[in-house]
């Protein structure tokens, strides 16, 4: 476990694979930690630097008192590059990592080779449902989240054919931090970055699932109409692809970058 220390917040942070190579950060989505993305630092790391981190407020990293902002998330990762001495990388993000990727290409462009946004949206969700849910989770915690949970991020194939990945998954949501969980969703609440997508000049890659029903098809196509350089590709999973469709995410990026 390695911590950083960046302002306000302890960043737990991995890399794995040589530092002299090109450099891949992975963002997780809300309730998970960088343990995520597993599938994806074992493929990369034989031809990429690449750095997982826990989000504020998740895994390993410490819980600052909120609520958080996009900008504060999205710092986060420029200070995690400068302390790793990185100044260009590649970025991918899922969800809430995915609205982070795109405050990211806005705000600094000339810190990314290339954005990879997956399963998310430049407005994810409305703004009340997610002041509700931080409402929820500060009275009840994380509990009434995890129990249904997985039938928002998986499809029932998966969810029936694979009962450990979603037991270690709900339970790591439960276990986490309810203050860091809600922080994060008055994050997200406010998070809008619609009439900016326009500015972004870094290739970008928008993977969404085509049986996600949290950011949709529909939220995908409003970002490739508005981002100059992006391409996106449908998969067949929901919301968390990347674990859903290891292989076909896998390459995707793969090829992209």
């Not at 391409?231 to 929901?238: H, K």
Request: with cysteine.
């Amino acid at each position: 476990m390695l911590i950083f220390q960046s302002k306000d917040v302890n960043i737990n942070y991995q890399t794995f694979g040589d530092p002299n190579s090109p450099a891949l950060v992975f963002s997780n989505s809300l309730g998970t930690n960088y343990g995520m993305w597993q599938k994806q630092f074992n493929y990369f790391k034989d031809r990429f630097f690449v750095i997982c981190y826990d989000t504020r407020g998740h895994g390993s990293s410490s819980t600052p008192t909120g609520p958080y902002t996009l900008p504060q998330l999205g710092e986060d990762v420029i200070a995690l590059l400068d302390h790793l001495k990185i100044e260009k990388a590649a970025f991918c993000g899922i969800s809430m990592g995915g609205i982070t990727g795109q405050w990211l290409a806005i705000h600094y462009p000339e810190r990314f080779s290339h954005v990879i946004i997956a399963n998310s949206a430049a407005k994810i969700g409305q703004e009340q449902a997610w002041l509700d849910r931080a409402k929820l989770v500060r009275e009840q915690g994380l509990e009434p989240i995890a129990a249904t949970a997985a039938s928002r991020w998986f499809t029932d194939l998966f969810i029936q054919s694979h009962p450990t990945v979603i037991n270690n998954l709900c339970n790591d949501l439960s276990a986490g931090s309810a203050a860091g969980y809600a922080n994060c969703c008055e994050a997200l609440a406010k998070a809008d970055v619609r009439a900016e997508l326009k500015h972004i000049s870094i290739p970008t890659l928008i993977i969404v699932g085509i049986q996600d029903q949290v950011t949709t098809v529909g939220d995908a196509k409003l970002m490739l109409l508005n981002i100059p350089d992006a391409q996106l590709v449908e998969i067949n999973a929901s919301h968390i692809s990347n674990i859903e469709r290891e292989n076909d995410f896998n390459k995707l990026i793969d090829q992209f970058i």
